[in-house]
């Protein structure tokens, strides 16, 4: 993304809220789309970017064409209200201290967290290992079984 086109997603913090600096709005994103995520990545030069994630052409790597951040994750905020906030980004795969860059930075901006849903751990689903069908189960055991006894009968024959 040209340094130009990113423009449209930094956002500064006014009365300790979220504002798109170019139009001035009030960051919000809740509402359509359903099951929406928004992201954000603050810059080594501490410039904050929100945007809507599209998985197949917009992500974390998007605001700073890949560049060094000091934090990305996900977040939630309500006509310029910080809600919730977390570190997730498969790009930048943040750490505790990129959250905590984050977290300073919006404490020295006088946005208020008392009431904001704070994880320093990205809550990642973890995938259950899925089990073989009950007959492949069936037929391991089985063979298991035989290459067994037939582990004993050399035994007893030697």
Known sequence: MLKAERKAYEVVVQ???LVYKQSGEYLHTEGEPKDAKWIFVLSTSKTLYIGLKNK??????????GGATLSAGRLVVEDGILKAVWPHSGH???TEGNFQELMSFLKKHHVDLTNVKATEKAQVKKKKKKKKPFIKRAATYAF?????????????NQ
């Open 144 to 156: 298991e079984a035989i290459q067994q006894k037939q582990f004993y009968l050399r035994i007893l």
């Open 56 to 65: 197949d052409t917009f992500q974390h790597s998007s605001f700073l064409a």
């Open 15 to 17: 009365d300790g809220k």
């Open 92 to 94: 930048y795969r943040p």
